[in-house]
C-alpha cells in the first residue's frame, strides 16, 4: 500500500530556507505513471498548491510562491523534497506532499494519494 | 481569495440531501476537471471525486460530482452524522498554470 511521509524541521527561521522531505513506501518513484506535488494549508484556512514536479524533471509552481520553491526527486532515496526559501510567518502551515496519478498528460494527473502532512511554523 | 469559490458553511439533518457548489471560470472549471477532497479536522485531505464524477474505489455512491459550465457541484445524499468535514473543490487552471482550489466547506449534520 502506497504511504507518503513528510519529515523535516517543524521551525524555520524568517529569511531562511524550510527543507521537507517526502519519503515513499509501497511504491517506486521513479515510476513513470505518477508524478509529485507539495500542498500546503495554513492553519484554520484553506489548501494552497506549491508546486509539482514530473519526469525528466520538470516542474510546475505556484505563481505567488515560484521565485522561492525548489522541488525536486531522489530516485535512489524513493524520496522527492521541497525547499522554500526566504520564509516568512505567512509561511507557516501544514504542509503535505501528494502524489499525482490516473491522467494521461500531465494536465489530467490528479492528487490521488496525501502524506499525513507536517506543520512547519516560521518564527524567530 | 480563493480562485474557485465555495459557500464557506453547509449544514443537513441526516438522511437529507446536501449540495456543496463550486463556482470557476473559462480558464479551470471550463476547461479541465474537477476534482473534490474531504478533509477531517486534523487529517490529511483525501480524495472523494475525480474526473468531475468518477468516485475512487471504497467511496460510497451517496457521493456524486457534476459539472456544468464554468461551476460544479458535490452532492451528498443519505446525510451520515459522519460526514461532518470539510470539502475542497480543484481544477487546473490553464491561465494561471496552476493547481486552484476552492476555499473550502465545513459541512454540518445536525
Known amino acids: 500500500q502506497l504511504q507518503l511521509q513528510e519529515s523535516g524541521p517543524g521551525l524555520a527561521k524568517p529569511s531562511e530556507t524550510l527543507s521537507l522531505t517526502c519519503t515513499v513506501s509501497?511504491?517506486?518513484?521513479?515510476?513513470?505513471?505518477?508524478?509529485w506535488g507539495w500542498i500546503r494549508q495554513p492553519p484554520g484556512k484553506g489548501l494552497e498548491w506549491i508546486g509539482n514536479?514530473?519526469?525528466?524533471?520538470?516542474?510546475f509552481y505556484n505563481p505567488s510562491l515560484k521565485s522561492r520553491v525548489t522541488i525536486s526527486v531522489d530516485t535512489s532515496k524513493n524520496q522527492f523534497s521541497l525547499k522554500l526559501s526566504s520564509v516568512t510567518a505567512a509561511d507557516t502551515a501544514v504542509y503535505y506532499c501528494?502524489?499525482?496519478?490516473?491522467?494521461?498528460?500531465?494536465?489530467?494527473?490528479?492528487?490521488?494519494?496525501w502524506g499525513q502532512g507536517t506543520l512547519v511554523s516560521v518564527s524567530s | 481569495q480563493s480562485v474557485l469559490t465555495q459557500p464557506p458553511s453547509a449544514s443537513g439533518t441526516p438522511g437529507q440531501r446536501v449540495t456543496i457548489s463550486c463556482s470557476g471560470s473559462?480558464?479551470?472549471?471550463?476547461?479541465?476537471?474537477v476534482y473534490w477532497y474531504q478533509q477531517f479536522p486534523g487529517t490529511a485531505p483525501k480524495l472523494l471525486i475525480y474526473?468531475?464524477?468518477q468516485r475512487p474505489s471504497g467511496v460510497p455512491d451517496r457521493f456524486s460530482g457534476s459539472k456544468s459550465g464554468t461551476s460544479a457541484s458535490l452532492a451528498i445524499s443519505g446525510l451520515r452524522s459522519e460526514d461532518e468535514a470539510d470539502f475542497y473543490c480543484?481544477?487546473?487552471?490553464?491561465?494561471?498554470?496552476?493547481?486552484?482550489f476552492g476555499g473550502g466547506t465545513k459541512l454540518a449534520v445536525l
Open positions: 474526473r468531475n464524477d
Open positions: 480543484a481544477a487546473w487552471d490553464d491561465s494561471l498554470s496552476s493547481w486552484v
Open positions: 473559462s480558464s479551470n472549471i471550463g476547461s479541465n476537471y
Open positions: 509501497g511504491g517506486s518513484i521513479s515510476r513513470t505513471s505518477y508524478y
Open positions: 501528494a502524489r499525482l496519478g490516473g491522467g494521461w498528460d500531465i494536465f489530467t494527473y490528479y492528487f490521488d494519494h
Open positions: 514536479i514530473y519526469d525528466s524533471g520538470t516542474t
